[in-house]
């Protein structure tokens, strides 16, 4: 039996719970991630507060040793696993806020990139705060934009990209809604860790999103602004 079996994780206090966690996602620990997540949260921590310090946090360390050659992909995709068996508990918890239903949001990761963590963390985030949430997955060409957000009429479209080498596909949906003439008929927002905001401005997208609480902020203005704007027509 190994020393991971033999430990009590309930016998952590919560500080060393939280780190305990940040090593068992770095080790892919997925059914540890999820009995710490229970733990937590009977310990009453709120859902938001576990999903950013045990879990975001764990990938963040996660991402460091990957971008320095220490964890290879197969042990990235063990640790997002993980993180998954945790957020698959917090979802439901983080959209039972009882919110009136706010905007309805599409989003999906673009052509060529298959991370979806970010996403999922930022569809479930919306989801908490009242918007409906329709998930694409990853890897969409334009094509797929434009049959959900036909088929849904969202008020917001949402593209994530993790590469520097998929970040501009995020032009060409643009570009594609521009010619279109649909731009005007969504809010765009964007987020991934290498964009910012002058990437966000120079596609021609309305925001750049740094993180899941921003992107909630920034819909909710816009969903308040569109509001406004009916409301004075
Ligand atoms: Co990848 N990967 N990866 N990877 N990976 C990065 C992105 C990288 C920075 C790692 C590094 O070198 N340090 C690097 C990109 C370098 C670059 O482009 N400059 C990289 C690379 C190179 C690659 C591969 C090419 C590796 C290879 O095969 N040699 C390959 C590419 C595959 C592909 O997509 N075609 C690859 C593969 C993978 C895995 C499959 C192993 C796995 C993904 C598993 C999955 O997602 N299901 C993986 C992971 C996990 C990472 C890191 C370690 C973690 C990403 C993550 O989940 N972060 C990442 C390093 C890093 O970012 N530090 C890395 C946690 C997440 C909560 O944060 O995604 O930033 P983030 O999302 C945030 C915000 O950005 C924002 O809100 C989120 C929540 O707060 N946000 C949005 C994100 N999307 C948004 C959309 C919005 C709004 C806000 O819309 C409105």
Redo the contacts with the bound molecule.
């Keep these: 039996m190994s020393e991971e079996d033999d430990l009590d994780l309930n016998s952590l206090d919560d500080d060393e719970l939280v780190q305990q966690m940040h090593d068992d996602l770095y080790d892919g620990l997925k059914e540890e991630i999820i009995e710490a997540v229970n733990i937590l949260l009977a310990r009453k921590w709120t859902p938001y507060d576990v999903l950013t310090k045990a879990l975001?946090e764990g990938?963040?360390i996660?991402?460091?040793d990957?971008?320095d050659g220490i964890l290879f992909?197969p042990e990235?995709?063990l640790?997002?696993n993980a993180m998954k068996g945790g957020m698959v508990l917090l979802r439901p918890l983080l959209a039972e806020t009882g919110a009136p239903r706010v905007g309805k949001m599409v989003?999906g990761t673009v052509k060529?990139?298959?991370?979806?963590?970010?996403?999922n963390?930022?569809g479930m985030m919306m989801e908490g705060a009242g918007f409906d949430v329709i998930d694409l997955g990853i890897n969409n060409p334009v094509e797929n934009y434009l049959e959900a957000i036909e088929e849904h009429q969202p008020d917001i479209l949402?593209?994530?990209a993790?590469?520097?080498?998929?970040m501009p596909y995020m032009k060409v949906v643009i570009d594609t809604l521009k010619e279109k003439g649909m731009r005007d008929d969504y809010v765009v927002?964007?987020?991934?860790?290498?964009l910012n905001e002058e990437f966000a401005d120079a596609i021609g997208a309305d925001a750049y999103?740094?993180?899941?609480a921003v992107?909630v902020e920034t819909a909710k203005d816009f969903m308040a602004r569109k509001h406004n704007q009916l409301a004075s027509a």
């Design positions: 975001v990938m963040r996660v991402g460091i990957f971008r992909v990235v995709l640790a997002a989003i060529g990139d298959i991370h979806d963590i970010g996403k963390l930022v949402g593209m994530s993790l590469l520097t080498t998929t927002l964007v987020g991934g860790a290498p999103c740094r993180d899941a992107a």
